[in-house]
């Protein structure tokens, strides 16, 4: 980083894009979009603010309780006292080879989130696992809060990685709009989730082909709850929150009493039809799963349903699922009946036909580009065989040693004596926070590598102050995008900040495994040698890239790697020849009932899809708690980064609740209200806004708000994690179910 005072401008990438910063007198002083950008994020708006924010962790800082006694309770009420570094890692490393010698590497638990960094050799999460299996391994989680439950499931259905599907297989935004007559999209497709994705979206394009769309005369229908999930000029099918399984029937129930389903393709690309028809048609249960049957469930009209179904029948059809739906109980049927029902339909390879995952979720779908592998640390290999669903944390925590299912697998919960967390904040995207907060105590010590003290810093036992992307060099590559960024060290490291490489090299030297985490490299050498790998692969694949000192000169540059043809390499050639090109299911084809799946005798995710009432959905409410709470992704920040900062600015916490006109005049509330939103798990505030772009029955409040201390009866910005459930979509995903949750709103006085 060159020294000097004077006003500098650089570029530098992150999840939510690029952008320009300007630094001076040492600190990032202001933000710009990026030039090549058509549709920029405004997250960069608060950066300045975030990276010196007061919030920032100074010093290596122990909590006072556990340096007296080394045990876990009063994390979260307790002062943490400052020491220095060498101080403090060797107290670390001392702790982590107590735990490592009397309990086993078993009883360490790895957590990462991922999302700390777009740069590639600063991704805390391989940082952290690669630590952490070079001194004999840990317990590791599986799978995402955003798509846990789709990643058990998906598999079981089309036989394949299910990431691998989302990000390689499915149609680019030029096919769909070159070929697709009609786009139902259930959970919308959201240009405010879009202006995120993992390594970076360059060029924040949803917004753009949705112009498109409608110039076109594509007939684009958003079915969700909210009229905002989808861009202006989308159809808006209102559904209740958890019925969209039940609607996903009423449609299929419709081709198959007229005449509309292609049962030729069914014969030669699915199984199983056979075995879901007789539930579908009633003749198996004695329910139809008729339009008439579904309108109550889901609140759409039986003609409505019936003119849908002839519609997809008729046209070239595109089905697309948010995330959404899969983050809740029985977040598997939706997903699993989208496939069904669009193999029904008999489009499914077809350019611009059949289903589609996640557009709209992230910026990298929809993205055509040729795959360039690379610029990934080595995490090692890790000897310890225990891994369990990433959402059942808070389950591992209060039942150690106790059998739970899981996908076909019955196991004992680990018994966790260490957790080692960097790059991630639980306290954010966890389930009843009330909850995680007691089983939070359990463990015998907490690690946290983190820039300011969020909620899991402050329920810490050692916290490491960590650098920003802005305090460090780094690349920025992925390839859900087209572009490549040198990132330069912008500003030095704020009080005494270290990168997560400097703090594990420190710690791993410490416990005799120096050698093996850096292997002699420093950070400058580790990510010059990932990048000449990156190289490598990509002249393999005919990819011209410049070498590591033109990158640093020009900062970006963009490669040549869109695809803009159809992606569809894996249902493509299946649909042509299903038998030379077997899809990865035990039969080769669609599974539309799965033998592997009845034989795992689950109740709650039997052998086809089936319509589950949600334990809390509109089906089911009761008076203390009539509406249905959904929690979105907010739209001022990437999850709860930079939360600190917007903290700050007058009239934006606590957080902003949506509310139905009818809902809210019942209430006595209206828009700039301050409410109390609650229910037997918590309560925190909200601020009313009342709109009548939200189902009748329904609230939505944005996730983000940093969790507050504990001994309060009210979480005071509006985390709505406080009041959503802690439990497993089912037995089969065991994915979060954030959006199962019923609650009550009422105003506060101040």
């Known amino acids: 980083m060159a020294d000097g005072t004077a ?31 058509p549709h920029p994020s405004r997250i960069p708006d608060i950066l300045p603010a975030a990276v010196h924010h007061h919030t920032r962790v100074a010093r290596p800082s122990v909590r006072r309780g556990w340096l007296e006694t080394r045990r876990g309770g009063g994390r979260g009420s307790d002062e943490f006292v400052e020491l220095p570094w060498d101080e403090a890692l060797d107290m670390a490393a001392q702790e982590i080879d107590r735990v490592r010698r009397t309990h086993g590497n078993e009883a360490i638990f790895g957590g990462s989130y991922g999302w700390g960094s777009a740069g590639r050799f600063h991704h805390a999460q391989s940082q952290v696992h690669r630590f952490l299996n070079s001194i004999g391994g840990y317990v590791a989680s599986a799978g995402s809060y955003s798509t846990g439950c789709a990643q058990a499931i998906m598999p079981h259905v089309l036989g394949c990685n299910f ?23 259930f959970g919308g497709i959201n240009a405010k989730n879009a202006q995120v994705s993992m390594g970076g979206v360059t060029e924040h394009e949803t917004t753009g082909w949705f112009e498109r769309f409608a110039a076109k005369d594509m007939r684009c229908i958003n079915v969700g709850p909210q009229r905002g999930d989808a861009p202006e000029g989308c159809e808006w099918l209102p559904v209740r929150p958890g019925s969209d399984t039940a609607l996903m029937l009423a449609l299929a129930h419709v081709l198959e009493d007229e005449g509309l389903n292609d049962h030729a393709f069914l014969a030669r690309c699915t199984v199983g039809f056979e075995r879901f028809r007789p539930y579908l048609m009633g003749e198996s249960d004695g329910t139809p799963k008729s339009p008439e049957w579904a309108a109550p469930i889901c609140g759409v009209a039986p003609e409505a349903i019936r003119e849908l179904a002839r519609r997809m029948a008729a046209t070239r059809t595109f ?125 015998e010590t907490i690690i946290v590598n983190e820039p300011w003290w969020t909620a899991t810093a402050k329920r810490a036992d050692i916290v490491f102050p960590a650098t920003t992307p802005y305090e460090r060099e780094d690349i920025g590559r992925t390839n859900l995008d087209d572009y490549l960024f040198h990132m330069p060290q912008l500003v030095p490291p704020v009080g005494e900040a270290r990168d997560d490489y400097a703090i594990f090299a420190g710690l791993a030297e410490r416990l005799g495994a120096g050698p093996t985490f850096t292997e002699g490299r420093d950070a400058e050498e580790w990510i010059a040698g990932l990048y000449d790998d990156y190289r490598a692969n990509a002249a393999r694949e005919g990819v011209e890239v410049p070498d590591l000192e033109t990158l640093k000169e ?46 795992f005798g689950y109740d709650d995710c039997p052998g086809h899809p089936v319509w589950l009432p949600p334990s809390e959905w509109l089906g089911a409410a009761g008076a203390e708690a009539p509406l249905h709470l959904v929690s979105p992704q907010p739209g001022d920040k990437l999850h709860s980064q930079l939360e600190s900062a917007l903290a700050d600015v007058e009239g934006a916490r606590p957080e902003t ?39 009748r029955g329904v609230v939505a409040l944005p996730t983000g708000a940093w969790f507050g201390d504990p001994g309060t009866n009210i979480d005071p910005d509006g985390n709505p994690n406080v009041l959503t459930r802690d439990m497993g979509t089912s037995r089969l995903g065991q994915g979060c179910s954030a959006h199962t949750a019923l609650v009550e709103v009422a105003r506060l006085s101040a």
């Open 163 to 185: 990431l691998t599907f989302l990000y390689e297989y499915q149609d680019g935004w030029p096919t769909i709009h070159d070929n697709t007559e009609t786009l139902v999209m």
């Open 554 to 599: 020009r900062n970006w540059v963009r490669l040549p790697v869109r695809e803009d043809g159809p992606n569809r390499r894996y249902l493509a050639p299946f649909r042509e020849d299903p038998e030379g090109a077997r899809l990865g299911t035990p039969s080769g084809r669609i599974e539309i009932f799965s033998e592997a799946i009845d034989g």
């Open 319 to 443: 089905i697309t699922l948010a995330w959404s739906l899969q983050r809740a109980e029985h977040g598997e049927q939706p997903y699993w009946m989208s496939a069904v029902l669009a193999a029904m339909l008999g489009q499914v390879g077809l350019p611009g036909g059949g289903v589609g995952y996640g557009y709209g979720a992230i910026g990298g779908v929809g993205k055509s580009l040729k795959r360039v592998r690379g610029m990934t640390l080595p995490q090692l290999q890790n000897p310890i065989e225990t891994v369990i669903p990433v959402a059942r944390i808070g389950d591992m925590l209060r039942h150690p040693g106790e059998p739970y299912d899981f996908n076909g697998r019955r196991g004992p919960y680990p018994d966790i004596r260490l957790i080692y967390w960097a790059g991630g904040n639980p306290y954010h995207h966890h389930q009843d926070l009330n909850a995680l907060q007691e089983a939070w105590q359990r463990p």
């Open 7 to 37: 006003r500098r401008t650089r570029v530098t990438s992150s999840h939510w894009g690029a952008f320009e910063v300007d630094v001076e007198g040492g600190r990032i002083v202001a933000t710009r979009p990026f030039s090549e950008d």
């Open 657 to 695: 609740l949506v509310i139905h006109p009818e809902d809210a005049a019942a209430r006595g509330v209206a828009t700039g209200d301050l409410l109390r939103v609650f229910n037997a798990r918590g309560a925190c505030r909200a601020r009313a806004l009342v709109s009548e772009g939200i189902h």
